[in-house]
């Protein structure tokens, strides 16, 4: 966002998402392959919480289920055509 069109000196500014997520992803490319999967792991704890005290959380695990699903199906399809 342009200097011109921040807001008043002593207003809340939140940076920009993008450069947020540049950073993000250099420091995680940063990571050796073990501190990678722990932070994929707790990424995916972190979720799973949040979707436990979720009103809509009955629906996200039926979606996750049925995507799931959906990805072993094309699996099994996968290896029963080229082998496996």
């Known amino acids: ?17 993008r450069d947020v ?3 993000d992803a250099r420091r995680f490319r940063s990571l050796d392959a073990a501190d990678r999967w722990r932070e994929i792991f707790a990424l995916r704890n972190w979720g799973t919480r ?28 996968l290896l029963a055509h080229h082998g496996g």
């Open 1 to 17: 966002m342009p200097d011109s069109s921040r807001a008043a000196a002593g207003s809340l500014v939140f940076p920009n998402h």
């Open 21 to 23: 997520i540049a950073e």
């Open 50 to 77: 949040i979707t436990q005290g979720s009103s809509r959380g009955d629906s996200i695990r039926r979606l996750e289920a049925d995507q799931e699903s959906r990805w072993q199906a094309i699996q099994k399809d």
